[in-house]
């Protein structure tokens, strides 16, 4: 009956296998023409085999001036202007995200993420996502595990053979190398529930075992293991614990499908001793799981690659993509911070130095004035529109406070920017101000009451405030240190129903910056 059993299980793997693999050895390639595909046209063919055994190390030697940039190919065949066409017309194409170009140098077993996946595009179906070489293959399975009658998983020495259910379900792991992509070593450790009708308690299976697997590196991969390890049984009941050593050989289907994710189906004939009549006992399993595939080979720097050909391979080489001729592969008189300093003489060359070791200045009281400018390097500043530059503490003088706000006195003739005489004593005081505090510097501001079109206060405001920024000029100030802004009615101050109120509104202000 087991063997029966057995045989049962197999057919319906290699039945199963066949109805997959059919369809895929038979199916049309998809017309390239008519796949969307990122990145170049043909992979890049690497100029040397990163599998070679390393040979003497290269010569150093600087980078060959600027190589010409390869040309692209231009837009072909766009159709007559004058020809008039309405079948056939060819959609658009949608612009996508540029992507990095693949990287001529770099093998393209060596490539990764979506560079792999415009490799792997141009490949014929069968052939995408098929095994590799240095794969790593973690994955987990369920299926189940027939039992013959005269099984062995029993102490002998204390009684006659005890029944177990035929079949019991089966749950695992698994974990598998390939250094080739024909040949690897496999893991597989596994659990099944059952139970003794003979004894009336439950039992628990468990399997460990290792073997050698064969397969074929398409995408679609049957698979051959043969290999060795142990089947133990445990139960409350004496007579159902015990260990036996197994062998096992089988046949399997992977599929794999993307990068990452493979699915498989597996049969395994499996061999103990202590079978009827001194012989051993043959034991069958279906399981069907996921794995997870890990390429190796894509996460390993590659090491006989040289980008920037200066002589030094990448994995030795600190600035790979910039050719260099210090021993780190870097320029010598490579300047990372861009503070003057070249990096083999600057003490800080990734941080921008202010000093000649290329280190920033101190700033001791934190006031953000270095103290190499800052006249009170344990005092921070006070930033007060009042020498502010000083780096000192410091209160603004009462003159400099005047300057802030309305400055009552300044009048205009109406409708006009011209200044009357009465308002040049305000002004000279002004000056008088901004001659003593030499550092200060205003904000003039014009404003107007709400009488006639707004926009014409506001232009009127603002040629005011530049009449009296004029005045100051004209009376010996730098214009550097005055800027205008015209408000025009926008802000009043008092009330534009009132001819107190206009008054009010009709006003300079100065604001020191």
Known sequence: MHRRH?????????????????????????????????????????DESVDEPETERPTRSTKSEGSEPAEQDQDEGKPNKGAKTKRNKAPKAKRGKAEKPIDPLLPPERTSGKQARSLELKKPWIKRWAPERD???????????????????????????????????????????MP??????????????SRSPSEGTKATLSAFRVHLIGQLPYRVT???VIGGGFIAIKSSAGILNE??????????????ANQW?????????????????GGGASYGELLFGVDVTLRMRRLVKPR?????????????????????????????????????????????????????????????????????????????????????ADGCPDETPDKVKKLTGVIAGITFDSGKTTIRKSSKPVLNS???????????????????????????????????????????????IDAARLTTRGEGPDKPIGDNKTKAGRAENRRIEFKVQ
């Open 6 to 46: 057995l045989r049962l299980g197999l057919c319906a793997l290699f039945v199963a296998a066949f109805a997959v693999g059919a369809p895929v050895a038979h199916a049309a390639e998809p017309d390239e023409d008519t796949v969307e595909v990122d990145g170049d046209d043909e992979a890049p063919t690497p």
């Open 135 to 177: 794969m790593l293959d973690v994955g987990l399975y369920m299926g189940a595990l027939f039992l013959p009658t005269k099984h062995g998983l029993f102490d002998a020495g204390d009684g006659p053979r005890p029944s177990l259910k035929r079949s019991a379900f089966d749950i695992g792991g698994r974990l598998a190398y």
């Open 180 to 193: 080739l992509s024909f040949l690897g070593l496999g893991l597989e450790v596994g659990g099944m529930p």
């Open 222 to 224: 049957p698979t051959v």
């Open 243 to 256: 260990l036996d050593s197994a062998f096992h050989w089988g046949v399997g289907l992977k599929v794999h």
């Open 261 to 277: 994710i493979a699915v498989r189906m597996d049969g395994r004939h499996i061999v103990t001793p202590g079978g009827a009549e």
């Open 304 to 388: 006989k690659i040289d980008r920037d050909d200066d002589g030094l391979y990448d994995r030795d080489d600190a600035c790979p993509y910039e050719a260099g001729d210090g021993d780190d592969g870097c320029p010598l008189n490579r300047d990372t911070d861009k503070d003057g300093v070249i990096d083999r003489k600057d003490l800080c060359p990734k941080e921008y130095g202010d000093d000649t070791k290329g280190c920033p200045i101190p700033d001791k009281d934190g006031d953000g004035i270095l103290d190499s400018k800052d006249s009170c390097e344990d005092q921070a500043e006070t930033y007060n529109a009042f020498d502010d």
């Open 430 to 476: 002004v000056v008088s101000t901004l001659e003593e505090f030499a550092t200060v510097r205003v904000e003039i501001i014009g404003h107007t009451d709400d009488q006639g079109a707004r926009d014409g206060n506001v232009a009127l405001s603002a040629k005011r405030a530049e009449a009296v920024k004029a005045y100051l000029v004209g009376a010996g």
